[in-house]
């Protein structure tokens, strides 16, 4: 029996080449003829060696030289190469944050998606892949998200009336609560507030927007200052080692905690064992609605492209069901087009797809996107949440002193790069906190 999975989609959130004196390193195929792609994604080890099976089985149209870089060198290595009108790439796949600072160096391809109709993927995506523009330029490749993962456990202590797939905020912190008590006052709630931890992205795109409606303009508001009151009680629920964690799913396999939040490809491992055990749930609700972010990634084909037929033949492989459908299963990002999920999914796999079906097809959604068109300003616009997180959780500041003086910092990046708000703030004028 198959599972269909139509996707409301919105949205985005890598990069090691050598960009110097006009040029550009890559470790393509190095035959002629052969499709050099540049991607932010699938930069581990384990997931590139994947993904490069994949292109290899499913892709018979072109060689492809797979090459994943983190953000830094994608942006660099493109723009170094279109300056120098020595475009050598003929392929790009990145987040829609990663693709929209390239904008004017981005082929149209509203003809290629005008032949993808089968593919059905959502308007609202779609809109996205223009850029703020009139035409298309990227065609949708892949999506993920970030969800609660629960050991079956943990639900002994779930507040009275409150669904396990269905919280509130205040039913999560009761949860939480009640949980430390009956665990001997052992926390079994945590997140990944380490080094190289994501937790960043759980106040901008689920804990902000679900009290406040907003991102960055509603940063220093009288509803934010709830929002950081709530974190404030929730972590005090918290493990204290959370700080330590990048990648929720280990602690989790270990039993450090039984409730965590992170992004899909970061939990997979932890039901791999004993998948009966766990259960992967929507996002909990605020006073404005289930906030929660949606990434999505694009391929584009860069103007001046050496390969740009066989690179558009690529993406007509990478955007069939079977092979959406073969990421998923192999590196757990899911179908951006309409896909009949089969039956024979791995558990853990089977697992996430239920809680992302779940979270966005609940009501009252806010859909947010990772921040866009901020290049290397990322992670300073990120490392902002993170000093909320600990002036305000770890050394006990007063809240509203602490956003007020966090959002100088951010609107002084803003109005250095001025750019355009993304979801769930308005676009329109350059992004700023009021």
Known sequence: MTQSVTRRAFLAAGVLTVAGCGGVSTSGTGEEG??????????????????????????????????????????????????????????????????????????????????????????????????????????????ATYLLAVNKKALQWLPSGAKVDDLTYDQLLAWATAAKAGNGGKPVFGIPAGAKGLYHRFFQGFLLPSFTGGQITTFRSPEAATAWDYMKQLWAQSAPASTNYDFMQEPLERGEVLIAFDHVARLINAPKSKPDDWLMVPAPRGPKGRGYMLVVAGLAIPKGAPQADKAKEVIKALTTAQVQIEVLRQNAFFPVSKADLPGDLPAPIAL???????????????????????????????????????EICLDGRPVQGVLDAQAAKLNAILDEVKVPCWAPDPAGAPCKVA
């Not at 609940?362 to 997180?389: H, R, W, Y």
């Open 34 to 143: 052969a499709v050099d792609f540049l991607s932010t994604q699938f930069l581990p080890v384990e997931e590139r060696q994947r993904f490069e099976k994949i292109l290899s089985d499913h892709v018979k149209s072109a060689k492809v030289g797979f090459n994943p870089v983190d953000q830094s060198a994608f942006a660099a290595t493109v723009q170094a190469q279109a300056d120098a009108n020595r475009m050598q790439l003929s392929l790009l796949g990145g987040l829609h944050g990663d693709l929209a600072p390239q904008r004017d160096r981005l082929s149209d391809l509203d003809d290629l998606l005008g032949g993808l109709g089968d593919r059905q993927f959502p308007g609202e995506l779609t809109t996205l892949a223009r850029l703020g523009g009139s035409t298309v330029k990227y065609i949708p490749w892949m999506q």
């Open 352 to 390: 996430e797809a239920a809680g992302v079906k779940a979270q966005q097809g609940s009501s009252g959604t806010i859909v947010s996107l990772p921040p866009v068109g901020l290049g290397t300003k990322d992670g300073e616009v990120g490392q902002i949440f993170k000093n909320c997180f600990k």
